[in-house]
């Protein structure tokens, strides 16, 4: 697919033409706002460019057939929103240790999946990349990152987008981006090119392989997986940092949210105030070396997220004691309970930045008086 040259679309729509432009061909999920355009964009073009898209009976369902659809080596996505991904668990857990590269789209309704994106609610030892988009600009290049470090690593990578990125409009160039780094060959496909031959294939999440053919067993599988996110936690982590040479408070914030803290921190520091930031763009392999340089010369580190505090955690295993870190986010929500109630606004991130930072008691939290 070529360059479609500079288009206004609104950020689903962008996001399933980057996944097109990277050769996603095969998707399949169950509606759920503020997924479901993502779904009827993906239902739309993917058919014109010869792929599949599959509006399944429920989110396990659509688990299921994207499993069926990378084990033949198909570039393959699902997704939904946070509630959705509960249902997807187990069988993310199991697509994980079958090492397929699956690419899954959180499109949340808040900042409150942090931990179920970043831990997994599965069983066994199992993590996912997880790349947090700040606009629909970025998210149309971390879209196709995320389908190359999925081939890269043969594992799942999680975008978690969210309702201002679903909706909103943003001018992009959906163009393939080429990473000029070459990825493995998919050996280990069942493409049902070996059947009969005696060197037929398994996709197993235990190790095994086909009788007569040799196997690690589970141990020695699982032990090779512990080794592969090592390796990806030291290679794989992405950061954008700004204003910390001299920073006295440092503000810690991802996605849509990270891009309204980067204004208000740049505004700040324009008129003066020692203020710098961080914004984690991988929640896992999450930046805790930055974190921790940034903290090293700081006098106090504020986090922002539209939650009761989850990456918190993160960053105070980061920090490590070096300055206090407080939450100066929390919950804010409309009237249908998404992430994009009155606490989302440049003034208010402002006032609660600075209260922080000048020692003064943080603004009481903006209520949302509509109703459903």
Not at 39 to 62: D, Q, T
Not at 270 to 279: D, L, M, N, S, W
Request: glycine share 12%; aromatic share 8%.
């Amino acid at each position: 697919m070529s360059s479609t040259g500079m288009k206004l679309m609104e950020g689903s729509e962008a996001m399933a033409e980057a996944s097109i432009a990277a050769g996603c061909k095969f998707f399949a999920g169950y509606p759920m706002t503020p997924f479901t355009e993502l779904l009827e964009h993906f239902a739309k073009r993917l058919p014109e460019e010869g792929g599949v898209c599959i509006n399944a009976e429920s989110e396990l369902e659509a688990a299921g057939m994207v499993w069926g659809a990378l084990s033949t080596g198909a570039r393959a996505a699902t997704g939904s929103t946070g509630q959705g991904l509960s249902l997807m668990q187990e069988t993310f857990s199991e697509i994980t240790l079958a090492e397929l590269p699956l690419v899954i789209f959180n499109m949340a309704r808040g900042q409150q999946d942090y931990y179920q994106s970043t831990r997994g609610g599965g069983h066994g030892d199992y993590r996912h990349i997880v790349l947090a988009p700040m606009d629909i600009g970025e998210a149309v290049q971390l879209t196709q990152l995320a389908f190359h470090l999925a081939d890269k690593w043969r594992n799942p990578v999680l975008v978690y987008g969210d309702y201002l990125i679903a909706h909103i409009q943003e001018a992009v160039d959906i163009a393939r981006v080429d990473f000029d780094e070459p990825l493995p060959a998919k050996d280990w496909a069942v493409d049902g090119s070996l059947g009969g031959s005696g060197r037929s294939r398994l996709v197993s999440s235990l190790g095994f392989a086909k009788a007569g053919q040799p196997s690690p067993g589970i141990e020695r599988h699982l032990r090779a997986m512990a080794e592969k996110f090592a390796a990806i936690e030291a290679s794989e982590i992405r950061v954008e940092t700004g204003g910390l040479d001299d920073a006295e408070t440092v503000i810690v914030a991802f996605g849509s949210p990270g891009k309204f803290v980067r204004y208000v921190v740049a505004q700040l520091r324009a008129e003066g105030e020692k203020i710098g930031y961080v914004r984690p763009i991988t929640l896992w392999p999450f930046p805790y070396e930055t974190i921790a340089a940034a903290a090293e010369g700081a006098e106090r580190v504020g986090v922002f997220e539209l939650c009761a505090g989850q990456m918190i955690d993160d960053v105070r295993l980061g920090v490590l004691g070096r300055a206090p870190v407080t939450g100066i986010g929390g919950i804010s929500t409309d009237g249908s309970g998404f992430g994009v109630g009155p606490l989302l606004d440049a003034e208010l991130i402002r006032e609660r930045v600075l209260a922080l930072h000048r020692g003064a008691p943080l603004p009481p939290l903006p209520d949302n008086e509509r109703m459903l």
